[in-house]
């Protein structure tokens, strides 16, 4: 069973940067075959992708976050990174992340970030 730990989440204030990371256990040396990704949901609103990365490398990002954000992948620690900077209260939300590899599919349990002064 793959699981998924997302950390670096907080408060952080306007303006500011964050550097998410989420680690995956369970899938052996098999972590390069998944592409990974961030989404996130704000109060009230539906789950949006941040950003998109697949086992080529290939990066997708939502368009609220271009610019300003870079997503990342190591695959010998199993665990894919975002950060963004440039934060503003928009960005509050449960960051998720998610691995995908043909029909499987893993979500974490999501971190907080509040951006707020």
């Known amino acids: 069973q793959v699981h998924l730990v997302e950390s670096g989440g907080g408060l952080v204030q306007p303006g500011g940067s964050l550097r998410l990371s989420c680690t995956a256990s369970g899938v052996g040396d098999s972590f390069s075959f998944y592409d990974a990704a961030w989404y996130r949901q704000a109060p009230g609103k539906q789950r949006e992708l941040v950003a998109m990365i697949t086992v080529r490398w290939n990066v997708n990002l939502g368009e609220s976050v271009k610019g300003r954000t870079t997503i990342s992948r190591d695959n010998e620690k199993n665990t894919v990174y975002l950060e963004m ?21 893993y979500w974490g349990k999501g971190t907080l970030v509040t951006v707020s002064s």
């Open 85 to 105: 900077n440039s934060l503003n209260p928009e960005d509050t939300a449960v960051y998720y992340c998610n691995v995908m590899r043909s029909r499987l599919n």
